[in-house]
T-cell receptor
Framework: KQEVTQIPAALSVPEGENLVLNCSFT??????LQWFRQDPGKGLTSLLL?????REQTSGRLNASLDKSSGRSTLYIAASQPGDSATYLC??????????FGKGITLSVRP | GAVVSQHPSRVICKSGTSVKIECRSL??????MFWYRQFPKQSLMLMAT?????????EQGVEKDKFLINHASLTLSTLTVTSAHPEDSSFYIC?????????????FGPGTRLLVL
């Protein structure tokens, strides 16, 4: 059974800092890995999707990497802003298109 | 990206009543949709896989008679919480599987917040 872990559960950084959010998964037989953003009381916003054959994806200030062999993915946020404050979830897609989510990292960017 | 809608966005009901939540894929056909539940400060947990024209597949521990799923068309899946109780209060999110362009992606709805009094 796939398990996805995100540590730490919460992170507070000053504005402007570059930061890395970590995600690990136990079963490397994944179809893809996605990073989502969730604001309080809201749904999910898809940030980046990395296919299993890819190593990384970039969108603006965000860069996500995937290392299937080690069961790890990272989300890099450059020049963080207060508007980046949210919960970031990673999810691994496995057999039958089922997503397994981590518990998320709640990020707070201080002005 | 593709759009998935959910209705209603919020619902408050009395204990014992049934609540129906709709999930629609607005610009693509989805033979497969998924229903998730998220309790406060917890992650999303998959409840069931909704298959168009056939029975839903439920995850272990999810009562199929309590959470009725109907995927009657290629753009609509419904989740009915029957005889809802306060412990069913949660955030319910659906996703629709998109297999166009040779790549598989799931698009998520905005969620439905259910409060059972």
């Amino acid at each position: 059974k796939q398990e996805v872990t995100q540590i730490p559960a919460a992170l507070s950084v000053p504005e402007g800092e570059n930061l890395v959010l970590n995600c690990s998964f136990t079963d490397s037989a994944i179809y893809n890995l996605q990073w989502f953003r969730q604001d309080p009381g809201k749904g999910l916003t898809s940030l980046l999707l990395i296919q299993s054959s890819q190593r990384e994806q970039t969108s603006g200030r965000l860069n996500a990497s995937l290392d299937k062999s080690s069961g790890r993915s990272t989300l890099y946020i450059a020049a963080s802003q207060p508007g980046d404050s949210a919960t970031y979830l990673c999810a691994a897609t496995g057999a039958n298109s089922k997503l397994t989510f981590g518990k998320g990292i709640t990020l707070s960017v201080r002005p | 990206g593709a759009v998935v809608s959910q209705h209603p966005s919020r619902v408050i009901c009395k204990s014992g009543t049934s609540v129906k939540i709709e999930c629609r894929s607005l610009d693509f056909q989805a033979t497969t949709m998924f229903w998730y539940r998220q309790f406060p400060k917890q992650s999303l947990m998959l409840m069931a896989t909704s298959n168009e024209g056939s029975k839903a597949t439920y995850e272990q521990g999810v009562e199929k008679d309590k959470f009725l799923i109907n995927h009657a068309s290629l753009t609509l899946s419904t989740l009915t919480v029957t005889s809802a109780h306060p412990e069913d209060s949660s955030f319910y999110i659906c996703s629709a599987r998109d297999v166009r362009w040779g790549l598989e992606t799931q698009y998520f709805g905005p969620g439905t917040r259910l409060l059972v009094l």
